[in-house]
Structures are given as C-alpha cells and as structure tokens.
C-alpha cells in the first residue's frame, strides 16, 4: 500500500507474526501461550442480580448504578 509520503508500508497485526492457525506458536518462542480473559457476565445476569440487591434494600430508594456496579463486580470476580 503506498503512503503519502511514498513508501510502501505492509499491514500485518502484530498478533500475526506467529504462524496462525497454530496453537503452541507461543510455546515455540519460549513464552507461554496468553490465557484467555474470562467471559464477561451478560446484560441479564447483571439486571437480575441487581434487582435481587434492590429488593433486598427493601424496593426502596438506594442507586440503581451502584447495584448494576455491584453486581457486575461480583459476577466477574465468580467468572
């Protein structure tokens, strides 16, 4: 692809320097192969858990963000 300034630049993805499609690429250069993150908990997950924190408030007042943040830190630390 050529660039403004005249050179010629290949994009490649870091993440593409090792043979892909190959899953001990990372063993091969001596380092571990990386760990995947954990799934994230879903939308409804954290809805219902944040309810149950509502209406053990009694369904009266508190924040509803602090809940959803709450439940939210509480299904990823589960994860």
Do not use: F
């Not at 630049?9 to 499609?21: E, I, K, M, N």
């Not at 190959?22 to 250069?29: K, L, S, V, W």
């Not at 192969?33 to 219902?48: D, N």
């Not at 009694?58 to 602090?66: D, F, K, N």
């Amino acid at each position: 692809m050529t660039h403004y300034c005249g050179h010629t630049h290949v994009h490649r993805h870091y993440r593409d320097q090792d043979a892909p499609g190959r899953a001990d690429a990372g063993r091969q250069n001596g380092t571990a192969p990386a760990k995947r993150a954990p799934a994230q908990p879903s939308h409804e997950q954290i809805a219902t858990l944040a309810y149950s924190y509502w209406e053990a408030h009694g369904r009266q007042g508190g924040s509803q963000l602090e809940d959803w943040l709450c439940a939210e830190r509480e299904l990823c630390r589960k994860a």
